[in-house]
């Protein structure tokens, strides 16, 4: 389970509501613990009541809300969105903190807003995501309920979300079937796999204009699914961690083989263009 940089990796937790996203964290840090490889553990939800895992930075320490609520008049996700702006402004520092750590932890392990599109779709989710993976190897975990995607719909729905987040962050990408315990995530593996049996499972369920076009957009994903990589996990019993940080050290000796040198290049590039611009 070693990696291959000198850096800790760093483990983006992405996911829709109710994933089993922080369930996940928790057991993620557990399993490091128990076998003598301690990570670094961030939380950038400022709206969780409570953790299941101790947090080293926590969002909530620095920001409150609430008050950001209060102050700016505004609902509860432009509340936790400005939280997170307000945060990023000293990300900075935290990155300060991990780099202080990084010779004593094995992992940097990353708790993102239960909404996901505050983290994906912000400006402060591309500034923290882009400073962590400019100074360390970077995985994006894609956290997916496993039982709510046995609908072919719901699924193709969640895969088009994970390509997006994939294109947008243009790091390594792991989707992680979450929630074994309760269905296997064999089915979501054929599917990905077999773009008949995917065909064949849409048509029996439903016969409409929507099925047609589920089945189109499947044809479409094939190139992205082979891209991927995916595997089955248990928040819950724990199941799946070995093969879960295999995954993980592969999308670690992609990140420095294919991922460092494209962002190395497109630094050099920005450097240029501004010192072209100052002269």
Same mark, same amino acid.
């Given at each position: 389970?070693? %990696?291959?940089?000198?850096?800790?990796?760093?483990?983006?937790?992405?996911?829709?509501?109710?994933?089993?996203?922080?369930?996940?964290?928790?057991?993620?840090?557990? =399993?490091?613990?128990?076998?003598?490889?301690?990570?670094? /553990?961030?939380?950038?939800?400022?709206?969780?009541?409570?953790?299941?895992?101790?947090?080293?930075?926590?969002?909530?320490?620095?920001?409150?809300?609430?008050?950001?609520?209060?102050?700016?008049?505004?609902?509860?996700?432009?509340?936790?969105? %400005?939280?997170?702006?307000?945060?990023? %402004?000293?990300?900075?520092?935290?990155?300060?903190?991990?780099?202080?750590?990084?010779?004593?932890?094995? =992992?940097?392990?990353?708790?993102?807003?239960?909404?996901?599109?505050?983290?994906?779709?912000?400006?402060?989710?591309?500034?923290? %995501?882009?400073?962590?993976?400019?100074?360390?190897? /970077?995985?994006?975990?894609?956290?997916?309920?496993?039982?709510?995607?046995?609908?072919?719909? /719901?699924?193709?729905?969640?895969?088009?979300?994970?390509?997006?987040?994939?294109?947008?962050?243009?790091?390594?990408?792991?989707?992680?079937?979450?929630?074994?315990?309760?269905?296997?995530?064999?089915?979501?593996?054929?599917? &990905? /796999?077999?773009?008949?049996? +995917?065909?064949?499972?849409?048509?029996?369920?439903?016969?409409?204009?929507?099925?047609?076009?589920?089945?189109?957009?499947?044809?479409?994903?094939?190139?992205?699914?082979?891209?991927?990589?995916?595997?089955?996990?248990?928040?819950?019993?724990?199941?799946?961690?070995?093969?879960? +940080?295999?995954?993980?050290?592969?999308?670690?000796?992609?990140?420095?083989?294919?991922?460092?040198?494209? &962002?190395?290049?497109?630094?050099?590039?920005?450097?240029?263009?501004?010192?072209?611009?100052?002269?």
């Amino acid at each position: 389970m070693a %990696t291959t940089a000198t850096q800790p990796a760093a483990l983006i937790l992405i996911g829709m509501a109710g994933s089993g996203k922080t369930t996940l964290m928790q057991r993620l840090n557990a =399993h490091l613990h128990s076998i003598g490889r301690p990570p670094y /553990t961030l939380n950038l939800d400022p709206a969780v009541a409570e953790l299941p895992y101790t947090a080293n930075i926590d969002i909530r320490d620095t920001v409150n809300y609430k008050e950001v609520m209060k102050q700016y008049n505004m609902g509860p996700n432009g509340g936790i969105l %400005t939280a997170l702006n307000l945060f990023t %402004t000293k990300f900075d520092q935290v990155l300060g903190f991990v780099e202080k750590r990084a010779d004593q932890v094995s =992992h940097v392990l990353v708790d993102t807003p239960g909404q996901i599109e505050i983290f994906t779709w912000s400006a402060s989710g591309a500034i923290i %995501t882009e400073a962590i993976a400019s100074s360390h190897p /970077t995985v994006v975990l894609y956290v997916v309920d496993t039982p709510r995607c046995s609908s072919p719909a /719901t699924f193709m729905s969640n895969m088009l979300y994970a390509c997006s987040i994939l294109y947008k962050t243009r790091l390594p990408f792991m989707l992680v079937f979450n929630k074994t315990d309760a269905q296997p995530h064999d089915f979501a593996i054929e599917w &990905m /796999t077999d773009f008949e049996a +995917f065909q064949r499972d849409v048509h029996q369920r439903d016969d409409t204009y929507m099925a047609s076009l589920t089945g189109s957009m499947s044809l479409m994903l094939e190139e992205f699914y082979n891209c991927l990589r995916a595997v089955g996990v248990s928040a819950v019993t724990g199941a799946g961690m070995d093969e879960l +940080f295999a995954a993980v050290d592969e999308c670690v000796k992609e990140y420095e083989t294919e991922y460092k040198p494209e &962002m190395e290049r497109l630094m050099r590039e920005k450097v240029l263009s501004i010192e072209s611009i100052g002269m």
